[in-house]
Every structure is written in structure tokens, then in C-alpha cells.
């Protein structure tokens, strides 16, 4: 069944930075829209960026300027390319997905296992 693989998370010093992939694997017809969400502990899961299929992209307020959402169509593949990076950043990050199965199917949400970002001097 199709499987949302996150990587790239790691520990990394504040203003510094990191590039998080996310590539679908299975078998795919086609991925829909992509994003990125986090989850810090104690707090509610919150989106970070979401891609459309078209490229079309939407921010949170608190990373606009400083993260950028990319994709790569041919590998089913999103990134997040983190800069910047705070602190109040760290969290476990998820890849979200909607895909279809075939082209008259319905589309379905998977997430991945997610990935720590750990921002600390």
C-alpha cells in the first residue's frame, strides 16, 4: 500500500538549516496536493506549507519568509526547505499527501511517520 517516507530532520544550531524530503512510494496513479504539518509536545498538529498540484503554495505566518514548500511531480516527492531556523521550530514534522489509486478513483489522505527537528544551541 502506498507509504509517505520522511527524512532529513536532525539537530541543528538557531539561524541554521535544514532541507526535510518526502517521497510517496506504491502504487500511485497520481499525488495531489503536499504539505508539511508539525507537532510540538503539548501542542495541537498545526500546518507549516501545503503545495498544490498546479504549485500553488500557502505558509504559516510564523515560517513565511523562512521556510519554502518545493515538488517534484515525476518522484512524488515534496520538500520543505527550513532557513532560519528558531528555536520554537522544534518539532516532530509530518508529510501529508492526497493520492489517487487510478484516474476515476477517489482521492485518499496519508500521512507519514513523521520527523524530529530539534533547533537548540
Known amino acids: 500500500q502506498v507509504q509517505l517516507v520522511e527524512s532529513g530532520g536532525g539537530l541543528v544550531q538557531p539561524g541554521g538549516s535544514l532541507r526535510l524530503s518526502c517521497a510517496a512510494s506504491?502504487?500511485?496513479?497520481?499525488?495531489?496536493?503536499m504539505g508539511w504539518y508539525r507537532q510540538a509536545p503539548g501542542k495541537e498538529r498545526e500546518l507549516v506549507a501545503r503545495i498544490t498540484s498546479g504549485g500553488v503554495t500557502n505558509y504559516a505566518d510564523s515560517v513565511k519568509g523562512r521556510f519554502t514548500i518545493s515538488r517534484d511531480n515525476a518522484k512524488n516527492t515534496v520538500y520543505l526547505q527550513m532557513n532560519s531556523l528558531k528555536p520554537e521550530d522544534t518539532a516532530v514534522y509530518y508529510c501529508?499527501?492526497?493520492?489517487?489509486?487510478?484516474?476515476?478513483?477517489?482521492?485518499?489522505?496519508?500521512w507519514g511517520q513523521g520527523t524530529q527537528v530539534t533547533v537548540s544551541a
Open positions: 506504491g502504487r500511485i496513479f497520481s499525488v495531489n496536493s
Open positions: 501529508n499527501a492526497y493520492v489517487l489509486y487510478s484516474s476515476g478513483g477517489r482521492s485518499f489522505n496519508v
